[in-house]
């Protein structure tokens, strides 16, 4: 079974930083792109960024370009965001999730609460 | 960047009718050479992450009961939930992934 656990998440002041880690089991995790998809409070969601298997290929909402960071490490099957100079619009929960056939999410984690407020 | 926008924004149905969303792409999401649509559909509880229920526009994942649909191709495209139970009640997303910034729809909620 796919079982993905997000940590990292918390209160942070307006141009923080914070790091994101995805813990994933249950399947090979090289073999497939994963991504970060977040939902603020009460709105619909947003993709933020996908990294492909072997992490040379990466893709970002353009909000976030420059900002946030997504990385991987297939020997520890872990998913990684780095989001430096947080804004209060980053407030939200931060899902990881693992793709297919190019782009349909099929497993999603519970989520990480990312709050950005002074 | 290609935007999604779904109609109604909510409906209400009543027990065992036919509920019908609506997707539409700002461009095509149909890919040429292998003639498949990038088009995926969530569906998302309270207190819940999403769910994928369709996928290339019309494939039923795996444990998805059949009264769950998808149709349409390049830019115009339908979730049917053919006879609505009280589990379907939920806010139901449609996404792209055909560009490499994918997006969603804003979201349809479907209440009994």
């Known amino acids: 079974e796919v079982h993905l656990v997000e940590s990292g998440g918390g209160l942070v002041q307006p141009g923080g930083s914070l790091r994101l880690s995805c813990a994933a089991s249950g399947f090979t995790f090289s073999d497939y792109w994963m991504s970060w998809v977040r939902q603020a409070p009460g709105k619909g969601l947003e993709w933020v960024a996908n990294?492909?298997?072997?992490?040379?290929?990466?893709y970002y909402v353009d909000s976030v370009k420059g900002r946030f960071t997504i990385s991987r490490d297939n020997a520890k099957n872990s998913l990684y965001l780095q989001m430096n100079s947080l804004r209060a619009e980053d407030t939200a929960l931060y899902y990881c999730?693992?793709?297919?056939?190019?782009?349909?999410?099929?497993?999603w984690g519970q989520g990480t609460l990312v709050t950005v407020s002074s | 960047d290609i935007v999604m926008t779904q109609s109604p924004d909510s409906l209400a149905v009543s027990l065992g009718e036919r509920a019908t969303i609506n997707c539409k792409s700002s461009?095509?999401?149909?890919?040429?050479?292998?003639?498949?649509?990038?088009l995926a559909w969530y569906q998302q509880k309270p207190g819940q992450p999403p769910k994928l229920l369709i996928y290339?526009?019309?494939t039923r994942e795996s444990g998805v009961p059949d009264r769950f649909s998808g149709s349409g191709s390049g830019t115009d495209f339908t979730l049917t939930i053919s006879s609505l139970q009280t589990d379907d009640v939920a806010v139901y997303y449609c996404q792209e992934y055909y560009s490499t910034s994918w997006t969603f729809g804003q979201g349809t909620k479907v209440e009994i």
């Open positions: 290339w526009a019309s």
């Open positions: 990294i492909f298997q072997g992490g040379s290929e990466k």
């Open positions: 461009q095509s999401v149909l890919y040429d050479s292998n003639s498949k649509n990038y």
């Open positions: 999730v693992r793709a297919l056939g190019g782009g349909y999410l099929d497993s």
